[in-house]
């Protein structure tokens, strides 16, 4: 099965950085996506680990480490318009596993 | 390219009747897939389909609950006979093969509410 945990919430101000960790127990993994979700609107990807180490694409990067079986992603010079939920889901297959994501507020 | 559509965005039904969601996927792609939403859970697997093809519905309820990918048009989830408890969000996903480092493309989902 699979299990896969982040926080429920964070709160951080205009410019901040923001990190939201992931863990993750899965029977077969083929990798670790991050996805963003706005209020109503479908998931959107973001990014994709398959192999250990760090993903940078502009103010979004993206670690993994498998034999800690943890992500994490990175927000950097936040703005107003990355107020949204953000899910972590790990692939097996064809299948993605969700977590049940992170609501980062952003605020002036 | 109009992307996966998916309609309607929002359905109500009273309990009993039968709630039909369609999802049409992105041009090119033959890989369709149905996750399901509860408010505060993160999306689950339904059901996996090729054309004309079930491969996984294991995330499926075993009862009232049919997906469908025809040949020609859209694919369709069918509920029947509604409860409550059956009110999620349903998005609808794409790739145009298993599935790439790319992920799904999900549609903006229907909003199934029963009343």
């Known amino acids: 099965g699979q299990n896969i945990d982040q926080p429920t919430e964070m709160t951080a101000t205009e410019g901040a950085i923001v990190q939201i960790n992931c863990t993750y127990q899965t029977s077969g993994f083929n990798g670790l996506f991050w996805y963003q979700q706005h209020a109503g609107e479908a998931p959107t990807f973001l990014s994709y680990n398959v192999l250990d180490g760090l993903e940078e694409k502009g103010r979004f990067s993206s670690f993994l480490s498998r034999s800690k079986g943890y992500s994490y992603l990175l927000l950097k010079e936040l703005q107003m318009k990355d107020s949204a939920s953000y899910l972590c889901a790990s692939y097996n297959d064809y299948k993605l596993s969700f977590g049940a994501g992170t609501t980062v507020t952003v605020r002036a | 390219n109009a992307g996966v559509m998916q309609n309607p965005r929002h359905l109500v039904r009273r309990r009993g009747q039968e709630a039909r969601l369609r999802c049409s996927p992105m041009k090119g792609h033959s890989h369709v897939y149905w996750y399901r939403q509860l408010p505060e859970e993160g999306l689950k697997f339904m059901v996996y389909l090729q054309k004309e093809n079930i491969i996984d519905e294991s995330g499926m309820p075993k009862e009232r609950f049919s997906a469908e990918f025809p040949k020609e048009g859209p694919s369709i989830l069918r509920i029947q006979q509604v409860v409550r408890g059956d009110s999620a969000a349903y998005f609808c996903?794409?790739?145009?093969?298993?599935?790439?480092?790319?992920?799904?493309?999900f549609g903006s989902g229907t909003r199934l509410t029963v009343v």
């Open positions: 996903a794409s790739s145009p093969t298993n599935l790439n480092n790319y992920g799904y493309t």
